[in-house]
């Protein structure tokens, strides 16, 4: 793209002592000393380099979620790259052609590697500006196993997320999280990153919201809410709303009893100074299939590569996998009843119109998510989805069908997989493989993308 600058970056992953909160302290990994690490924002049109520097114990990778890079610098250890040994640098370079919220995260052990902190948001402003926002404010949400137990499972998750007892904003948690502080009537952008493994249902209290984008690209003139907006793992949601001028506040509503005491304290004080730092009562979150949007469904090609992948759980009459099917709970996780790396390929030629049809037959959300490409989701148990949205993470609940679509033109051999990232480490991934497209590396050693 004409234009564009040179934009150099240097994140630098290393072993840090955090403290998130109050008396809430661990020896994190973070890139740059910082949990979330630094907020790269550039440009659409910006060619973006970033040397990565890797003074971790284990070697590592850098992935751009979201981004359609080009396939070697998709970060993906033992797909596009053999992992940057402890010690050593790598550099990624890629133009950014398409604004949005994106994110950053290793793929390598990365179910260990992100939940110990290493993440940051991405951020391509347009080049053409769109209606000008008074404020743009970035939030990533994680969960930590550090402290206190949960009472109970999440919903729609297993027993594995039960020690994740503290949730951070931008890192911080409980009275450690600053006060986002707004005029009222100023429009403001929020865009929320989720960087753990459960979905978090975000909710702006004492105003309405319109959904900006999703996953980094714009949704057209959506309808005012006022519910909670789900963003599942991995998954992006801006939200635009007008500061209102009484007390409000932003809280998020995971739908346990114990998410309540776990409640994130994130307010903002309107011109008067009032802030409400409550937790504002349960509420259901809103159903992203049928929010209302101005733009129709596109009416895209007939698919000429159809692939229906069914997720599972559980360990039982599962063939494959074997230790590096295991996640550490010791439960396996399967597409079409194998698990990675003995999952079966989806094979496509550039130009494809390619349909994935998402079958849950387990219990639990999986956040399912395709690296190098956004699709649409088109059609959600049997019937149309509303709304235009491009997306590259969807939440498929329990027993859910969800059919995506997207044409194939960014060539390579990309992962496909579940991003509540202990599914991912138990197997729950395959790869996208183009015709003609060389894999560039193979799995071997200590190398495990997820
Ligand atoms: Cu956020 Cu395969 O990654
Ligand atoms: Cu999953």
Redesign the pocket.
């Known amino acids: 793209m004409a234009g564009g600058q040179v934009r150099n970056f240097t994140l630098t992953a290393a072993p840090t002592n955090l403290t998130l909160g109050p008396g809430v302290t661990t020896q994190g990994w973070a890139f740059n000393g910082t949990v979330p690490g630094p907020e790269l924002r550039v440009r659409q049109g910006d060619l973006v380099r970033v040397t990565f520097r890797n003074q971790l114990p284990q070697p590592s990778t850098i992935?751009w979620?979201g981004i359609p890079v080009p396939n070697g610098e998709d970060g993906?250890a033992g797909v596009t790259q053999d992992a940057t040994p402890s010690g050593g640098t790598a550099t990624y370079a890629f133009v950014v052609a398409v604004p949005g919220t994106y994110w950053y995260?290793p793929?390598q052990h990365s179910a260990e590697q992100e939940d110990k902190g290493l993440y940051g948001a991405l951020i391509v402003d347009p080049v053409t500006p769109g209606a000008a926002t008074a404020t743009d404010t970035t939030i990533v949400v994680d969960e930590w196993a550090i402290g206190p137990m949960l009472t109970a499972p999440p919903p729609g998750d297993g027993m594995d997320m039960m020690a994740y007892g503290i949730d951070t904003v931008n890192g911080h948690t409980g009275s450690a999280v600053p006060p986002l502080r707004l005029a009222a009537g100023q429009t403001a952008r929020v865009r929320v990153v989720n960087a753990g493994f459960l979905t978090h249902n975000v909710h702006v209290h004492g105003t309405a919201v319109r959904i900006l984008a999703t996953d980094g690209h714009d949704v057209a003139d959506g309808a005012p809410i006022q519910a909670p907006v789900p963003v599942a793992a991995?998954e992006r949601v801006d939200l635009g709303f007008t500061v209102p001028s009484g007390s409000w506040s932003l809280d998020w509503h995971d739908g346990t009893s114990a998410a309540r005491q776990i409640t994130i304290p994130l307010t903002t004080a309107g011109t008067g100074g009032a802030t409400d730092a409550s937790w504002n009562g349960d509420a259901a979150a809103v159903d992203l299939s049928t929010y209302s949007a101005a733009a129709p469904p596109s009416t895209a090609a007939t698919a000429t590569v159809s692939a229906t992948l069914h997720l599972n759980e559980g360990s039982s009459g599962m063939s494959g996998g074997g230790m590096s099917g295991m996640s550490m709970g010791g439960s396996q996780f399967s597409i079409n009843g194998k698990s990675f790396p003995d999952t079966a390929p989806v094979l496509v030629h550039r130009g494809d119109t390619v349909e994935l049809t998402f079958v849950n037959d387990g219990k639990l959300v999986h956040p399912m998510?395709l690296?190098g490409h956004a699709f649409e989701p088109v059609v959600l148990n049997g019937h149309p989805w509303r709304a235009l949205m491009l997306k590259d993470v969807i939440g498929v609940a329990p027993h859910a069908t969800v059919t995506v679509r997207f044409v194939a033109d960014n060539p390579g051999v990309w992962?496909i997989?579940c991003?509540e990232l202990h599914h991912a480490a138990g197997g729950m991934d395959t790869l996208l493989q183009y015709a003609g497209s060389p894999r560039l590396a193979t799995l071997t050693g200590d190398t495990t993308p997820e």
């Open positions: 992935h979620h993906v995260h793929h991995g998510h690296h992962m997989h991003h």
